[in-house]
Each structure stands twice: as C-alpha cells, then as structure tokens.
Nanobody
Framework: QVQLVESGGGLVQPGGSLRLSCAASGSIFTINVMAWYRQAPGKERELVADISSSGRTNYLRSVAGRFTISRDNAENTMSLQMNSLKPEDTAVYYC??????????WGQGTQVTVSS
C-alpha cells in the first residue's frame, strides 16, 4: 500500500502562482512514476504532468511552460510549481503514484481556484 498526501492548494488571482506538494509513504518502489491529475467540475480527470523516477517529464500541452513538476526520490516527495495561473486551471488536483507493475494510488485531492 502507498499513501499520498497533497498540500498547497488554495485561491489565487489570475497570473499568480501556487506550489503543490505530495508526500508518499508506504511500499515505495525505486522504479515508479508520479503524476498530477486534475478534475474540473463537469469534466473528466486529465493528466497535468508526470515524472518518472529517472526524472523524465511529460506535460499537458496547455500547462507546458507554466507548470514545472519535480521530485525528491530520497524524500519520496513530488511538487508542482504552477505559474501564470489561469481561471481554466481551476480544478481539484490529485497526486498519483504508479509502481513498476502498473498499480496506481491516489491522494485525496487539493482544490486550486483561480479567480479575481
């Protein structure tokens, strides 16, 4: 089992920044992928960014250049630095961990609201 705890969501004005963090604990394997997903009201959950244990990253096109995903393998933590936020970034953001056999775990989610 893997437990994931997110933090760092909140309310921010358009153009502002937020940093989300995710702490993983439990049965953490060396080879894994961690990711951020988001789900806005009435929409399907979508992948925002992911990062492998070797540091390879992948971004949703609409956030590339504004968001940066990072991780600390020694601490089993992951972060998402979100800059130049837009109202369309408003969603519940979920941390996800996938182990080397493809089993996934989810955090409880953290709300990000971008509004003036």
């Amino acid at each position: 089992q893997v437990q994931l705890v997110e933090s760092g969501g909140g309310l921010v004005q358009p153009g502002g920044s937020l940093r989300l963090s995710c702490a993983a604990s439990g049965s953490i394997f060396t080879i894994n992928v961690m990711a951020w997903y988001r789900q806005a009201p009435g929409k399907e959950r979508e992948l925002v960014a992911d990062i492998s244990s070797s540091g390879r990253t992948n971004y949703l096109r609409s956030v590339a250049g504004r968001f940066t995903i990072s991780r600390d393998n020694a601490e089993n933590t992951m972060s998402l630095q979100m800059n130049s936020l837009k109202p369309e970034d408003t969603a519940v953001y979920y941390c996800c961990y996938v182990n080397y056999v493809g089993k996934g775990y989810w955090g409880q989610g953290t709300q990000v609201t971008v509004s003036s």
